[in-house]
Structures are given as C-alpha cells and as structure tokens.
C-alpha cells in the first residue's frame, strides 16, 4: 500500500476543480470529498454504521477535546481512535489549535507553545507542536494536522504575522516531533484576509515537503466573499500534486466554489448541529421542520433524497418528534443533511467527469445569491 499516494485522475478544463485520489493507511479517498465531524470520537447522534450508510469516506475527530477527555492514555488503552469510534475507515485529527484559541481562557501565548485553561474544569493545561504532534500520534489517525495559531476575524495586523510566524515555526517541529509513516501530516496556511501573508506562509509551508496543504482560518466571519477571494487566491499557490484541505469550511456555496478554486477536502459541523436543532439543507434552501406549517406534511424532507429518513419519515413525523423532545427527530435530520453532503460531493464529482461542472456550479452559486444563501 502506498500510503500518502495522491493522484489526480481528472481535471475541469475550465476552472481550478480535479477529481482525486487519497491513498491512506485505512483506505482510499476519493475527492473532492467532505468529512462529517466527530469532535468527541462520536458524529453527534449517528451511530458509525448510519454515518457510513450516508456513503462518508472519512471523519474527523479533534485533538483538543480527545486530549482534555478522556485523555490519549485512556484511548491507547481501547485499542486507538479507530477502536473507541467503531470506524475502520480514514479518520482526519486537527491539531487542536483552533480550540485552544476559541474555546479556552488563554494564560500564555509563548514563542513555543500555549498555556490555556481547560473549558472543562479550569485545570491549567500547556500544549505546544511536539505535544500535539506526539498526541496525535499516539491517537492513530491516518491524516493528522500540524498545531497552529488560528486568529479571529477582524485581526489587528501585528498579530496576524505573529501567528503566522508562530504557525511556521510550529510546523517545522510538527514535521521534526512526527513518528509514524502510516500518518500523513498536513501544513497548515493561515494569514487571515491578507493576501500577502497567505502568500508569505504557502511558500514557507511548501518548503516543508508535507503530504498534503490546509487553508485555515476561514469561516470566522469574514463572509462569503472575502472567503472565496483567499481560497481562490491560496489554492493555486498549493503544491498541485498534493491534496488541498479547506478547514471548517461546510456551507454548500462556499465548497463548491471553494471546488472550483481546486480545493480537495472539507469538514464542517453543520451538517449535525443544525440536525439537532431541526434545520434540514435540501437543494431548494434550508427546512426549519419546527414550524408549524409541518404539522400535517405527509412529504418527505426533500423529494428525491435516498436517505433512510426521506425514505421512511414524513415532515410532519419528524416535526412531531422534535415538539415532544422525541431523540429520534435530531438524529433523522442529522442523517439526512449528513447524507445531503455526500450528495453534494457526488453531483461535483459526476459534474468534472463529464465537463460540465463549471455551468453546473453557476447555475447552483446564482441560485443560492438569489436565495440569500451566500452566507457563513
């Protein structure tokens, strides 16, 4: 098995998008592909088997969270991450940088590392690219991320190239502290909305000769166009025998066009978050099914969709379940959006094999403006 293989079998002649293929240590990855997130060893409220029968490829677990909870010893012990989360396919960690710098009360920013207090019980907790490169080791996963400094948006300026100063830096000793040739380790480019600094990390990373190259940072509320111009700009600066991974990144609009640029891989939470809180994705726009015009709706989410739930439940069942805090309801529409996204990559891919993505995706990005769906 040639672990890290990446080939392209097809280019769109017309924009950045290609058909890929990802060669890992649990399998192959077609792309362009998205991964549903599993951010404590679980995808929230699916169980490994409904998630494969969505036709997922690949899933991502966090660093950060498996690190505080249960903690890296407690996962050797079951076996590794592939063992706790009942999944023998391609499983992504992030490094955990980004919720370091999210979610946690940080104490100290140093030129090596982070001391941070745990969101869970206050406990002071130091994490640094050696350790998050030799946690993520131990943990397992095929495809691993080096540890980075993740700023909001808007960021002041001195800071911004702090980050990415601190982000090459760490990416060197990520590289350096990696152990395991059965993992690809992944750079990852930060550098915000200034196009200069994107430019300044891409080459710095691409000096490192990983296996593959992410676009962080994104999908902080900088909106969609501000997005696309840095994916558009970044994307091509990439190594093109690599894969590309647009990180966190998960509304439709924003992957196809992201596709278009050349980008290979994504994840996004959304899909599962808004399941559980009654918010389906269908191709017309968005379904908030606690409303009441569902009471009586005897049609499915969307018609057309081969999902379990679309197949077996109706919107005013699914409606039902929600009203009563039934369990059944965010785990139905947790399936169907999950599924929704694979749908999503599947028309890409069918679209660049035939040549006709480039018309495909205007028609669906014009439809989406039109529907105030440019959002993130």
Not at 26 to 34: A, N, S, Y
Request: glycine share 10%; hydrophobic share 35%; aromatic share 8%.
């Amino acid at each position: 098995m040639d672990i890290g293989k990446f080939e392209i079998l097809k280019k769109d002649q017309n924009s950045g998008a290609r058909l890929g293929r990802l060669q890992t240590a649990h399998g192959e990855i077609k792309t362009p592909v998205f991964m549903p997130v599993g951010t404590r060893g679980s995808v929230k409220g699916m169980t490994p088997r409904q998630v494969e029968e969505t036709g997922a490829q690949i899933i991502l677990a966090n660093t950060y969270h498996m690190y505080l909870r249960p903690g890296v010893d407690k996962v050797e012990a079951l076996g590794d991450l592939h063992k706790l989360m009942a999944w023998n396919k391609p499983i992504l960690t992030d490094s955990g940088g980004y919720q370091v710098f999210s979610l946690s009360t940080l104490n100290r920013i140093g030129e090596d590392g982070v001391e941070f207090a745990s969101h869970i019980d206050g406990r002071k907790i130091y994490l640094d690219a050696k350790i998050a490169t030799e946690v993520q080791n131990r943990l397992g996963a095929d495809i691993i991320m080096c540890f980075d400094e993740c700023t909001p948006f808007p960021c002041p300026q001195d800071r911004l190239k702090k980050a990415v100063d601190r982000s090459i830096r760490w990416a060197k000793i990520c590289k350096e502290s990696h152990s395991r040739e059965d993992q690809l380790l992944f750079a990852i480019v930060q550098g915000g909305i200034d196009l200069e600094l994107r430019k300044y990390c891409a080459q710095e990373m691409i000096k490192l000769d990983l296996p593959g190259y992410a676009i962080g940072g994104l999908s902080v509320g900088e909106g969609h166009d501000n997005m696309i111009r840095t994916v558009d700009y970044v994307a091509p600066l990439l190594p093109e025998n690599k894969p590309r991974y647009l990180m966190g990144v998960g509304f439709p609009a924003d992957i196809i066009a992201s596709v278009r640029a050349g980008v290979d891989m994504f994840d996004c939470v959304l899909p599962t978050r808004n399941g559980r809180n009654g918010f389906a994705f269908t191709d017309d726009g968005p379904l908030r099914l606690r409303n009441a015009s569902h009471t009586e709706d005897t049609s499915p989410i969307e018609q057309g969709c081969d999902c379990y739930c679309c197949k077996n439940f109706s919107r005013g069942a699914i409606r039902h379940f929600f009203i009563v805090s039934e369990m059944l309801g965010p785990t139905l529409v947790s399936i169907h959006n999950v599924r929704f996204f694979q749908r999503l990559m599947d028309k890409i891919h069918k679209n660049i094999e035939n040549g006709t993505f480039v018309d495909w995706a205007d028609e669906k990005l014009a439809k989406y403006a039109e529907n105030g769906l440019l959002k993130n």
